[in-house]
């Protein structure tokens, strides 16, 4: 049985509210069960050097956990001075997914920074922030076209993420931050709403897993990832 | 005419809600118009060097804004590498006057860290910011004073802020952005409950300003400042 | 009584000897009792990019204390790799009051930079780094006037600094060390030479104050910036 | 056609030289091709303190590049000033997956920091740091075992890496440095020799890719770990 | 010709004040005509923890100008976060030189830390830093002897520095900052007051130099030294 | 006795193998007895603002140690998070170094940038950065020349380096690590392969040393320096 008593293939309730904040061009806030985080969207006429004069468009993201988003608090980041690793291989990997479900082509030599920060956490803090984050860049890119700055859709399809382990022997999805804690294997599955893959990221720890295992940890996320992708759509009227 | 239209004296309306994260031994989101400010309280067991062995408890203060609580997006302190000047000023101002509102020995030899976070901005987040805090670190006294590790109240009157300004040559109560922005002089009035004075901080930019214009302003703090405290007693049931 | 034997609204014995450096285009070593500071004002073409083309100048300043200008030495910040709270506090302070007196649109486009070393703290370090620091400047912009560069003088009237405070229960102007570490309120007062109030910053550690009170350390100050102001006229000739 | 003239399943000439570095309780030189790594292990007797007291043993792992290993030459990281986000991945991967695969009750209370060096770059460093790392640990614990520090084997069985893509519309295995720039999708297998899997991390960059190309990847890694394990057990003796 | 019309082997004027600091356990102002540092010494109890338990002393130094001690104001190294590596590489230079000058036996396990601030530079501060810095070393040391808490004296004989170098062709004893960065050939040479060498550093920048010119330089070092150790007797009373 | 059994003015076994790495313009592994340093050199279009626009070329040097090149494993300095002392005094000095035995002119208006990363250290690493830089810059330099791009040698004679002191009372050439770290005096000389001196740096740790030990030293520098030279010829083919 899981600590919150859901079933194995159960998600958590899952809620994007957006139009959060009234400065971003896009926002939302997400909440996988007492995972809680704030999505936001920037659009920017400047692109990185390595971009600059390809036409390609470019998608990046930021991460950041509020101090007290914890159990006990976590010291600030910017107050030690550095981001830490977590946060830097996160905030890498929420941007390098955001980007593969990106036609840079369509959108345009601009760049769109996406800041992931979590008010609350309570397990699954990188793929809430995956899922709100496409959700912040979807509306940004709306008033894009609503503008006519964008004339073909660069993001047709939603970029969504769930996470999945192996909690006590039996392979569950969407885990929490106790289950998190105890698995002894666990997941980080990205895909479009289509159900391609874009990123999967398994790991043991203390522990190590069979194809088999895989593969029925790849079954439950497409299934959690569909329940999310409707979500997504619904939230962002496409 | 103020751009909000606002009277002179208006106060925008404010909202404390408490209790809205779950790990946090306190917190509120305490709204002054569009200013949003998530603020905790953490207890810690631990207190600095220089108040180790003197029996008496410690309050400090962080304070951040997120990226795009602002008009266009701040740079992320944390990825810059550290706090600017203004985030230092005000989070020291935030420490000095909870401290100068709290009977330390009454609270005993422990630290209790205020964290306040800018989910939106428009003008006066240093003062939303102490009033909430306020909150917040009341809330986490109360737990300790409920589980009978605190026996006399440290807290018994309220630390509020407000600022005030001359805005246009008229003096103002509660500066939104627009207001602050433009006001010649503007100051921050932080009192306690009973009007008591813990800390002004009146400056101008670009002008100077005379004993009369101060105590004109004095006045409308005094104003703001006794309705904030009224809100904080209800939010903490005080 | 005061530990030094003073009058209440008596100023320590203050000097403020220019010229002190060959190579700064304004500069002076400002004691104030036992507080001594060495300030200089660097002229620069270059003004901050939010400044560029607007055709206004820019003052700013930066405060430093020598390791062992204090008791018991202080870690250098340079080694320590950045600078204090106190110090952003005190030298982005500094910068506001002497922009405050400067007449921006008569200076021109152009940077002046005032740096104030404490060679030696005794208290009211901050007081005496704006009394000397427009000292520094005033000689610089009168280089530039001399030199035709600049034609209307963008700084007619002195800005002068002056800490008062309450001490054993007495209001006193001019706290040194001892009095600043004991005072229960304390407040640093910004004037300009005509007794118009720049900047104050009033704030009780362990205690409150009411406005009674403030209004007659507002009288103390106002008669320690009147024989500043007399010293720094005397001091540049103005 | 891969650009080297490799089959699709052919790894690049692999070479693990021990022994290298005199000081270390473990080293190697690893090479993939032209890919070198130069990999230590040193022993520690202290460990982290979330270990202290827990009896277990830690294994941490640092990686760099020297700044010419690559074809333009790399900013060094020392100067300036921090790891970079993917060297900060990386090493936080190569750590996860040599704890995965060790015994950490049987090494006892002590910690073994791998150091992974890249002498020169031609894709696939981590995998080869990993692959390398994993022999310098193994031969500083045959130390330990060698002095009666250790009974029991903490670590019986391999841990390997290898690459996997999609490389021009096929799946190759061990891509070199042309190879990874133009993968539309490429991965990182991390297997005991035994061939369960420790970590998994497929990426996507602008394209994305099914569950059955997933699985002929997994194929291929299969094979090259297979043909890695046995260099390992030969490089240490096993 | 020199530029200052000086003698080939003439020094500039120097003056040693000493006192000058209020709170340091030595100080003093060392003036080599327009350079002057001031420098103080500081007792402690603790000594790092590579001396801890040897019963040996420890005596180090730190470095730093004054923004505008130069021609052109410098960037404040506190502001910038680092130590610039001409800073390090002079403070290592001024601690190394002064232990050589100590019995640490007789010392005992204290330390003693130098800091030397550049208040006016034209050229050879680290030389002057070098000969100061005793200076305030060794009215640390006496007030210590005075107090019985040292019994046998830890520095009999001065250490002190003085730069040479090749200028026009000539060979020149003190460098001012003209003839400093104009030589193709400088040195800095340190020796005790009898004589003795301690620390030669020669460098040729855009030239080389012979054994014969060495010898003519050194001969002029040992001239200027005796020149200065005299000063330093003097203002020690030593 | 020397530890090592070597005669006082005998050198290690020297080797120089070239052409290392097949990324860098020039690159080699130079061996000094158990001193391990890898050099490479890297040509640049761009130089420092301070030479652009001169015509002159730049030569400039980073230096690094891998954390297990030493007996205990150092900290990494990009994990630390900035160069130590000791890195930034040697990597200024092998530029220095390497800069005074160019010509500029002939270089013509770029940059070379050469990186000394120590593999293994045994004493003398200074040294073997600067012999074996001169070599990865000769060979860089050639290729330059060959591809017709410099027309006249900017390098004509070798920059060389050894390390002498006075180890149990006798004169010693090229220090290994145990004799380093007795040695009372110890000095590097920098020569030109013709045996003009390019810099020299004596420092005394915990002794003092007369003119006549320095020149013994120096009659020890110029016969190493001369052997060293030869080996760097046969190396480039000079």
Redesign the interface.
């Known amino acids: 049985m899981r600590p919150s008593g859901r079933d194995l293939s159960e998600m958590r309730p899952v809620s994007i509210e957006t139009g959060v904040?009234?400065?971003?061009e896009g926002?939302c806030l997400v909440k996988m069960g007492?995972t809680h985080v704030?999505c936001?969207a920037?659009i920017?006429d400047r692109v990185p050097p390595f971009v600059k004069g390809t036409g390609l468009g470019w998608v990046t993201a930021?991460y950041?956990m509020?101090?007290?988003?914890?159990?006990s608090?976590m010291r600030?980041?910017?107050?030690?001075?550095?981001?830490g690793?977590?946060?830097?291989?996160i905030?890498?990997l929420i941007g390098?997914a955001l980007?593969?479900g990106t036609d840079?082509v369509a959108l345009g030599e601009r760049q769109i920074?996406v800041?992931c920060?979590v008010?609350?956490a309570d397990g699954g803090t990188r793929c809430a922030a995956i899922t709100g984050g496409w959700v912040a860049l979807r509306l940004a890119v709306g008033k894009l076209m609503a503008a006519g700055d964008i004339v073909s859709d660069p993001l047709p399809d939603p970029v969504t993420a769930v996470s999945c382990g192996i909690y006590a022997g039996q392979p569950v999805l969407d885990l929490d931050y106790p289950e998190d804690s105890a698995a002894g294997v666990d997941?980080n599955f990205i895909?479009?709403g289509a159900g391609?893959?874009?990123?999967?990221?398994?790991?043991?720890?203390?522990?190590?897993?069979?194809?088999d295992e895989?593969g029925t940890l790849?079954d439950l996320a497409a299934k959690g990832v569909g329940e999310l992708a409707a979500r997504q759509r619904e939230a962002t009227g496409a």
Chains 1, 2, 3, 4, 5, 6 share one sequence.
């Open positions: 904040l009234k400065h971003a926002s007492d704030l936001t920037t920017e930021e950041g509020l101090p007290r988003s914890t159990g608090r600030r980041e910017a107050a030690v001075g550095k981001q690793g977590r946060t830097v291989e905030q890498r390098r980007r593969a840079r920074t800041d920060d008010i609350q997941g895909m479009t391609r893959l874009i990123e999967v990221q398994m790991s043991a720890e203390g522990a190590t897993f069979s194809r895989m790849l």
